[in-house]
């Protein structure tokens, strides 16, 4: 997905969006209208939070009183969802590498801003939630404190203005369209992280464009580099999942050559939403027969244009043999790419076979290796045994 043209300059100081550039705010913005519109018996349609991601908080309004024809004024939504909005800002959840990014530019000096087109107190109570979020930005601008929201530059030029910086010292990453432009259109350098699955062609007027924070590169704009990537994977917070393996697609092992173990992705709707797509590596337990390294893809594998977001563990063994049913527990520890198309399917089994292998080097070194005895991993064994 990443999509680089030119790095025009080189910066000293970076501006970030909040809503679905930091935050996972996406997800809590289409549970509240759902449940919202139901009272006036409308059902949610998700195609329309594209349309809104990234607006005011006054033209998310203005557009769902308009294409659901509600009976109410769009200040009468506002004031019936805010509190419903606010009841959820406790559960919203860091996206990948937000916190890795603040920590990093804040440890290494870089001045940062948060301008977001949401109100200067809504955004102040979301960022209370996440430790050393607010220390962390030596300024912080609303909606509300400039005349015109994104994607009028204002707000960035008000950000740079507050930060006594030159413009072209600026770095701004946005994840949606009218933030892109916003940027843009302040003369700023925009590093674009589309929060809309599958349409970072949409964004060509970035940059760059990066699947996720966890691909940021602060080096190719002069800032400081991280330094956690070890022999090309990069070490996250482990995360679990477990599941009856079910059958996938059938393309595994007769397409590609490699048996992946699917789960139910309909289970997971929640998981998917809060990690990133790409190519993931891990300990893979299974119930009855031990526990193994694994490399998992999750996305939307644009060689084959999936419709839905999906997980595919493929298991490093050869088992010789299928094992639909049993029960598969599953715990992350690393990263290694972004998810990518490639030009021919040989080209794409070639990677897939790379990613194996740097799963299977990795998961010896000591950072890794040890979250083979995870609990979660052993308790399915466990009560495996129990019921043998």
Not at 94 to 112: D, E, F, W, Y
Not at 292 to 310: A, C, L, Q, R
């Amino acid at each position: 997905m990443a999509a680089t043209k030119h790095f025009p300059q080189m910066v000293s100081h970076v501006i970030l969006d909040l809503d679905g550039t930091l935050l996972n705010t996406d997800g809590v913005m289409n549970e509240v209208l759902k449940v919202f519109l139901v009272k006036y018996g409308k059902r949610w349609d998700n195609k329309i939070s594209q349309k809104i991601i990234g607006r005011t908080p006054l033209e998310v309004a203005t557009a769902v009183v308009k294409d659901f024809s509600l009976s109410l004024t769009t200040e009468e939504l506002m004031s019936a969802i805010s509190p419903m909005f606010s009841d959820q800002w406790c559960n919203i959840k860091a996206l990948p590498g937000a916190n890795r990014l603040i920590k990093h530019l804040r440890s290494n000096g870089v001045t940062m801003a948060l301008a977001s087109n949401s109100s200067k107190s809504c955004i102040e109570a979301k960022i209370s939630f996440h430790q050393g979020w607010k220390e962390s930005f030596s300024v912080i601008i609303g909606g509300d404190e400039v005349t015109t929201g994104k994607p009028s530059p204002e707000i960035f030029l008000e950000a740079a203005k507050r930060m006594n910086v030159d413009i072209s010292n600026c770095l701004v990453i946005e994840d949606s369209l009218p933030g892109v432009a916003a940027g843009k259109a302040a003369g700023m350098a925009v590093v674009a992280v589309p929060s809309l699955p599958k349409q970072a062609g949409l964004y060509s007027s970035a940059d760059v464009v990066i699947n996720s924070l966890l691909d940021l590169h602060p080096e190719k704009w002069g800032l400081p580099p991280f330094e956690d990537w070890i022999e090309g994977t990069l070490p996250i917070e482990p995360w679990y999942i477990g599941g009856p393996v079910i059958k996938g697609f059938g393309r595994g092992s007769k397409v590609l050559g490699i048996p992946t173990a699917n789960l139910p992705a309909e289970n997971f709707s929640t998981i998917l939403s809060e990690h990133t797509s790409g190519v993931y590596f891990g300990w893979a337990g299974l119930s009855t027969r031990g526990i193994y390294k694994m490399v998992m893809s999750i996305g939307w594998n644009p060689y084959f244009d999936n419709t839905e977001k999906t997980i595919e563990p493929w298991l490093l063994h050869d088992f010789g043999e299928d094992f639909y049913g049993e029960e598969l527990r599953l715990a992350i520890v690393g990263y290694i790419r972004p998810e990518a198309n490639f030009p021919s399917l040989e080209s794409l089994i070639a990677r897939i076979h790379e990613d194996g292998r740097i799963a299977k080097k990795a998961l010896d070194l000591p950072i890794y290796a040890g979250s083979k005895d995870s609990p979660y991993l052993k308790n399915s064994m466990l009560r495996s045994n129990c019921h043998s």
